[in-house]
């Protein structure tokens, strides 16, 4: 047997080895995940290209005339199957199980069927009009003149079958949009390469002339070529495209589309606005990027994770996805819970400082108001007894005035902290805003100021010209933060410093001062560690500055001052980190377009 070597072979026996390839994978998948239509029919559609592309590669390998002819008839089993494969494999991949019946499946191989059976017996020269062996370019090649039923039956039914295949996948890709134009646009490389060869060959236009080799099969290559990335780079056998649209492209939710193996295969646009800079890449396992969603993740649970623009708080939903009968994957939801979350966060602490409320009115302001009454009858009868100008009475009567007094301007005091109070749980109703920091802060430095003779307040740094996330209520925070650095110093010469200092996304203000230091329990409600409710001090400027920090989204820190004292920290988020945030998004889903125009 002689045999010829030719650099046309080598991309139709390409074509060959990355079929098997393809098929021995796809085998590899049925049985790891079990049979489903989708694998069946790709599995069957690589199998026959190989059959085409192999016995392709053999009648121009060999220059024995029969096995020549025998490779030519062979060839035509594989190639004239591609076709019907290719609709049943683009049904099954756009999920249209209703069509694939078993008279569908049945009735697209019946004209493959005769043709193949005319082409082996070939009656009245119906499928081949003459064969012969020529000898071209210093090549001996088979050459067949095809007859009126290879037309119809195998050549135009092959062109019929790859316009259907195209409009099938192509309306669906159009539907579900972009995330699933390239795996369309590699399957319909596939389909049109070889096509478009055999309008060439028939057209007799260079190189694809009819006399020299036949290089449709060559043409193969760019097939199995575009199908090996469309299942490797972009799991093509993954999720159908029925994945994306369960997804809901336009969903509020963000989704994720996990394969068997946990890795991403879809997104939507809500996963890079709810995750920001941590949303996940398509391929990669999800787990890299949210460490809660795993094999043995909870259907239902609520998670934190923390953004540019703060702390999101998502729940999040999993369960497992079937195509076919087969569970192929999973489907994990998350919705943006925050802003539910804070209103029960809100209600709870409208609670906690009702109880507050409660305590001020009918405690403490009692209290006052009962030392008050106390006083004034023992007032109302020192004078009406008589007294004869006794001085210690006139003393003690000064003194009782002078008491009265005090306990007064205390109540008028609690009032007030009432009123703030009370601002804060209507504020807290509200999302913080953006506020601009110098003039609330350089304010309340002021107010401070003016208000402690003896005291001094020293700005130690440049306070920026930037928002904070706040609200109008920051006044009372730095306020009470300032008076209470002083009020609470038992140095002769109180000093409190402020400083201020920027970080990615986050604006630090500190409060230094040079007293004995804040006692524990003060520290632990800063700090977050002791709960609002069980709140039990005399003094509520803490209380109120928690209590507004927590509104904020703001984080508190408390450390020791050198040689003596307390730093307070306040770290604010900033309030142009949502619009930079809308920008930088902004830029990339331009970039991202213009990418794919």
């Known amino acids: 047997m002689a045999w010829q070597h030719t650099p046309y072979a080598y991309p139709i026996l390409f074509a060959t080895a990355l079929s098997l390839v393809l098929g021995v994978y796809t085998i590899a998948q049925i049985r790891r995940r079990g049979r489903s239509t989708t694998l069946l029919t790709f599995a069957a559609m690589t199998g026959a290209i190989a059959i085409w592309t192999a016995f392709s590669a053999l009648k121009l390998l060999s220059t024995d005339p029969t096995l020549k002819f ?3 008839r062979l060839l035509h089993i594989g190639s004239a199957a591609v076709g019907p494969l290719l609709v049943l494999f683009a049904l099954a991949y756009t999920d ?7 008279s569908v499946s049945v009735g697209v191989f019946v004209v493959p069927f005769v043709f193949i059976i005319l082409l082996f017996t070939n009656p009245y020269d119906v499928a081949t009009l003459e064969t012969r062996v020529v000898e071209t370019n210093g090549l001996v090649v088979f050459r067949a003149e095809r007859g009126p039923a290879r037309v119809a039956l195998s050549f135009v039914y092959a062109a019929l079958m790859a316009v259907l295949t195209l409009a099938i996948v192509l309306y669906k890709t159009v539907r579900t949009g972009k995330a699933y134009y390239m795996q369309a646009v590699l399957m319909t490389v596939a389909v049109i390469a070889p096509m478009a ?12 002339g009819r006399e020299g080799v036949n290089l449709v099969p060559a043409t193969a290559g760019i097939s199995v070529a575009a199908l090996g990335v469309a299942t490797f780079r972009y799991r093509l056998l993954d999720l159908p495209l029925l994945a994306y649209t369960t997804a809901i492209r336009d969903s509020p939710d963000g989704i994720l589309v996990l394969d068997a193996d946990e890795r991403i295969v879809q997104t939507n646009a809500s996963v890079r606005r709810l995750l920001g800079s941590s949303s996940p890449s398509i391929g990669h396992p999800v787990d890299s990027v949210l460490p809660e969603v795993n094999a043995e993740t909870a259907d239902d649970q609520t998670i934190e994770i923390t953004t540019a623009d703060g702390t999101r708080v998502l729940d999040l939903r999993s369960q497992p996805f079937r195509s076919q009968g087969a569970t192929v994957g999973r489907v994990v939801v998350l919705r943006d819970v925050t802003a539910q979350k804070r209103y029960e966060q809100s209600l709870e602490l409208r609670t906690e400082q009702g109880e507050l409320l409660n305590r001020l009115v009918r405690h ?11 006083l004034l009858r023992r007032i109302d009868s020192e004078i009406a007894a008589p007294h004869n100008g006794d001085s210690n009475i006139e003393e003690q009567l000064a003194k009782s005035t002078e008491r009265i007094e005090q306990n007064c301007t205390h109540v008028v005091d609690l009032t007030e902290t009432v009123g703030e109070i009370l601002q804060t749980i209507a504020q807290r109703e509200h999302e ?3 506020i601009e920091l110098v ?16 005291a001094t307040i020293e700005t130690k740094s440049e306070i920026p010209t930037v928002t904070i996330r706040a609200d109008e209520m920051l006044s009372s925070l730095f306020y009470n933060l300032l008076t209470n650095a002083i009020v609470h110093n038992d140095n002769s010469m109180p000093a409190v410093s402020v400083s201020t200092r920027e970080t990615t996304g986050w604006i630090a203000v500190s409060i230094a001062d040079n007293g004995p230091g804040l006692p524990e329990r003060a520290k632990r409600l800063l700090v977050g560690e002791t709960p609002l409710t069980e709140y039990r001090e005399s003094g509520y400027g803490l209380y109120i500055v928690r ?3 927590d509104g904020y989204g703001a984080e508190l820190s408390v450390t020791e001052n050198q040689p003596t004292g307390t730093i307070v920290t306040v770290r604010f988020q900033r ?6 945030n809308q920008s930088e998004q902004a830029a990339t889903t331009h970039h991202e377009n213009s990418s794919a125009s």
Do not use: K, Q
């Open 96 to 102: 249209r199980t209703r069509w694939l019946t078993r």
């Open 432 to 434: 913080p805003v953006p």
């Open 197 to 208: 060869a055999s309008f060439l060959t028939v057209l007799g236009l260079p190189p694809f």
């Open 439 to 454: 003039p609330v802060l350089e304010n309340e430095i002021a107010a401070v100021t003016a208000a402690f003779d003896d």
């Open 575 to 580: 309030g142009d980190t949502t619009h930079m």
């Open 70 to 72: 025998h490779s030519y």
């Open 547 to 549: 209590s507004l920090a």
């Open 364 to 374: 403490d302001i009692r209290n006052e108001m009962d030392v008050v009454l106390g």
